[in-house]
């Protein structure tokens, strides 16, 4: 993988990424050309137009990124590729559609964004087409030995199996330090040198699972590993490189303190995030106040009680504020006040509830809790006192959750669906830690970017 600001991307994603954004460029030159040619006009020289050639594959190039084209199953499946970079070259050229009303020296004619919409869709998806499933495939996955053929190496393996695994397990070694669970795992005492069996099947990486660490790490071996070039990784960095997610079952508080994130140098970075909080959160409440005030109307016309709904929930550091929302569920949506998860189907949820809650809608009143510096658009959901109670007595590392401001949209918010149970919680914040421990700037827009595809197919909303 490529780690990009503190954020791994891997091998034929970025690959791809590249290859579309030079067809994108190579589509918009085509268009433009094209459509000078039928009034008899030469298209003039190349450098004179860079700027609208950039705009139109740039414009195309996040929405291909927002509505999921870089995604496993977009990788894998060219009915679905086509079906999202359909849907993306639509909210592309809505998107250069306002570039162009604020800078209008960026646009290309309307004829010829025409054309280059039509080149675009043909080469991107022929490259597809081309590519097949390589691209998805073990030409561009990482060749893994793994150490332990216990519990840890089990979950390896299963990740392996996954259509977005970007890696492959060419070996297994049994390290006698527990049960073992893979039965083609290798015995370490019936390899002579693990180095050379390491480069012998050309593994780019080892990884050490151990069930047992004490007295168990093979510290000579993983040197002499370490020295022919082969990278050697522990279990908890591989997880949280290949999943996005910081896993519970294999960390300890030394990992968190010792490796690298939380880092202290984000002041810059956190006046940034300020700064775009405060004018996005404002231009938002501007442009959608007519929404929210029909949509309130429509609340309070459709059951009876107030359109706003003020409830208090943990946020930076522990502390408690008021969250706005428009309200979505029956006034008696909860007995003496006792907080209850929300459920798939919830006959608490009103009718208009149900449509607000699927379009989001209902969210649109945090750009206040935002604007007050309260919130930010991205970072944990924030949660109700009760919930916090009970899941940090149940989940290591809650509070540390709290670590960061809560957000309207977030890392777990994307990458897990709705949940409404205790497994669910902590698959969330397992994302959530990941989030806290390698924010940037980048991973901000990665999930402005990627709401967009939630927003769009809700399946997580209740």
Request: charge should be positive.
């Amino acid at each position: 993988m490529i780690r990009l600001f503190k954020h791994y991307v891997p091998h034929a994603v970025f690959l791809l990424g590249i290859v579309d954004f030079v067809l994108l460029l190579l589509a918009a030159e085509v268009g433009w050309t094209y459509r000078l040619s039928l009034i008899d006009e030469t298209p003039g020289a190349l450098a004179g137009r860079w700027p609208q050639l950039l705009s139109f594959a740039g414009a195309l190039e996040l929405a291909m990124v927002a509505v999921g084209v870089y995604g496993p199953e977009a990788l894998t499946s060219l009915r679905f590729a086509l079906a999202r970079l359909l849907v993306a070259i639509s909210i592309g050229v809505i998107l250069l559609s306002a570039v162009f009303f604020l800078v209008p020296e960026l646009s290309l004619w309307r004829s010829n964004l025409f054309y280059s919409m039509i080149a675009a869709a043909g080469l991107l998806f022929g490259i597809r087409l081309l590519l097949g499933k390589t691209l998805g495939g073990a030409a561009f996955k990482r060749r893994l030995v793994v150490l332990g053929a216990g519990s840890r190496a089990q979950r390896i393996k299963a990740l392996a199996a996954g259509r977005s695994a970007g890696f492959v397990v060419v070996g297994y070694i049994a390290m006698n330090d527990g049960p073992r669970e893979i039965p083609e795992a290798i015995n370490r005492e019936a390899i002579h040198n693990l180095a050379d069996h390491v480069v012998l099947l050309n593994a780019s990486e080892v990884v050490l699972a151990l069930e047992e660490r004490r007295n168990a790490v093979p510290l000579d071996d993983l040197l002499r590993i370490k020295t022919t070039g082969v990278h050697v990784n522990d279990m908890s960095s591989f997880i949280e490189r290949e999943t996005g997610r910081v896993d519970l079952d294999s960390v300890d508080p030394s990992w968190l303190i010792f490796s690298d994130g939380f880092s202290s140098g984000r002041r810059v970075s956190s006046a940034l995030k300020r700064l775009f909080d405060i004018v996005a959160s404002a231009a938002l409440l501007l442009v959608t106040f007519p929404l929210i005030i029909v949509t309130a109307i429509i609340v309070r016309l459709d059951s009876k009680g107030p359109a706003f709904f003020r409830q208090s929930r943990v946020g930076l550091y522990g502390q408690e504020f008021e969250i706005a929302k428009l309200r979505s569920m029956r006034l008696d949506a909860e007995v003496a006040g006792e907080a209850q998860w929300a459920q798939h189907d919830d006959p608490r949820i009103t009718r208009v509830g149900r449509i607000i809650r699927k379009l989001r809608v209902d969210e649109l009143p945090q750009a206040w809790n935002v604007l007050k510096g309260e919130m930010s658009f991205v970072g944990p959901r924030p949660e109700r006192r009760q919930f916090v109670d009970g899941l940090a007595s149940h989940l290591r590392y809650y509070a540390e959750r709290h670590m960061v401001k809560p957000g309207i949209t977030g890392w777990a918010q994307i990458n897990y669906p709705y949940g409404a149970s205790l497994e669910d919680a902590r698959h969330k914040l397992e994302y959530d830690l990941y989030y806290a421990k390698n924010y940037t700037p980048f991973l901000d827009v990665l999930i402005l970017l990627q709401t967009v595809r939630v927003v769009l197919w809700p399946e997580g909303a209740r």
